[in-house]
């Protein structure tokens, strides 16, 4: 059985990370409501509305009064809509953890709390209300309100930002984390009678980052940076991960292909990828026909190679031993191949066009701590 879904604000951030969310399910009709339509227009949806997504708002407003506008007045028009409709449709609300604080925004987003749980408790509908952080994430207005946005944007630009004050410690969530806080809370089931008042949801439900203003500026320069360095970030830290999404978002896209540094001999060439002092680096390189690499071993770093076009040999020989261990390999099967510590090893192109394969190191090379010692394979 298919769900009738309006969102109020649905041409905003999250509106429309959360209606992409939405139209990728089955049995959901997507009504969407936003400055552009009618009053006529959301009467006509609320009338077939199952759940209401209410996240539409002022928080940059032209004049204070816009806040009680837009906040508080669009919000009586919705559930005067509701009440007339005659249905109890599901209601998830945006507000702000600003509703706690004593200011023109935080007053206006509470009042619009209380008109909702007020509604609640006469009509029974099924309220749930969300205190929304920062959030950060793709498709934010920068230079708007936003300082994940923005600094994303200006740094990726290459634009200036302004600090005041490195020390301020931000509380930011990820957009889609919010989005999948909302689509669990839309897919409980109805509550029972001791919950029925309960209408904050737990700030817990999303994830949230404590990060100073100094230090999220400063990763944000560390990805700028990484098409120079090819360091890339922990992306373990799963706020990372996110912080690179959206700064990637804003990147021009002038600046999505680039170029690397290419060290070039008789031998062929070879290029890096990427670096971490977490996994090592990447590399790639092309062989000529007939040529060997290698003949060196290591002590503690370790290697795979994979060739992913031509032909060759890969040996390996304990440096105190005088077996010779071969792997042939071919660039149609993408096979790995370990190279572990104390052996001797090469790689040779046997065939007739150029090798090209792709290597890992546990390590970033270091000149002057190279952990690479001359000695040929074969005796």
Same mark, same amino acid.
């Given at each position: 059985m298919s769900k009738t879904i309006l969102i109020t604000g649905s041409s905003g951030f999250l509106g429309k990370n959360l209606c992409e969310h939405l139209s990728q399910r089955k049995g959901i009709v997507l009504k969407t409501f936003d400055l552009e339509n009618s009053m006529d227009e959301l009467r006509r949806f609320v009338g077939v509305a199952d759940i209401i997504f209410h996240l539409a708002g002022v928080n940059r407003p032209l004049q204070l009064d816009d806040f009680e506008t837009g906040n508080v007045g669009f919000t009586q028009t919705l559930l005067n809509e509701i009440s007339q409709s005659g249905r109890r449709p599901r209601v998830i609300f945006s507000s702000s953890i600003q509703a706690e604080l004593d200011n023109p925004y935080g007053k206006s987003k509470r009042s619009a709390e209380l008109l909702l749980e007020d509604a609640a408790r006469k009509d029974d509908i099924r309220l749930s209300i969300f205190r929304l952080p920062n959030l950060f994430g793709k498709w934010s207005r920068p230079n708007y309100n936003a300082v994940t946005s923005t600094f994303c944007h200006n740094i990726a630009n290459d634009l200036p930002v302004q600090i005041n004050d490195p020390s301020v410690i931000l509380n930011l969530a990820y957009v889609d984390d919010a989005v999948g806080a909302f689509l669990k809370e839309m897919e409980k089931k109805p509550y029972r009678d001791r919950y029925r008042h309960q209408y904050i949801v737990d700030q817990s439900a999303i994830p949230c980052k404590k990060i100073t203003v100094g230090? *999220?500026? @400063?990763?944000?320069?560390? &990805?700028? #940076?990484? @098409?120079?360095? *090819? *360091? $890339?970030?922990?992306f373990s830290d799963r706020f990372n991960k996110q912080l690179y999404a959206t700064y990637l978002s804003y990147v021009p896209k002038e600046r999505w292909e680039y170029g690397t540094e290419i060290k070039t001999d008789d031998r062929g060439n070879l290029a890096e990828l990427v670096k971490s002092t977490s996994f090592g680096q990447m590399f790639v390189s092309k062989t000529k026909p007939g040529i060997t690499r290698g003949n060196h071993y290591h002590h503690t770093k370790t290697e795979k190679f994979m060739v992913i076009s031509g032909e060759a040999v890969i040996r390996f020989r304990h440096i105190? /031993? #005088?077996? $010779? +261990?071969? &792997?042939?390999?071919?660039? %149609? /099967?993408?096979? +790995?191949? %370990?190279i572990p510590p104390g052996y001797t090893h090469s790689i040779t192109n046997t065939g007739t066009t150029e090798l090209i394969t792709l290597f890992w190191a546990s390590e970033i090379f270091d000149s002057s701590q190279a952990d690479t010692y001359f000695k040929p394979v074969t005796l």
């Open positions: 230090e *999220l500026a @400063q990763r944000i320069y560390f &990805f700028r #940076n990484m @098409q120079e360095t *090819l *360091l $890339i970030s922990d105190h /031993h #005088n077996e $010779i +261990i071969e &792997f042939s390999v071919h660039g %149609d /099967h993408y096979r +790995i191949v %370990d």
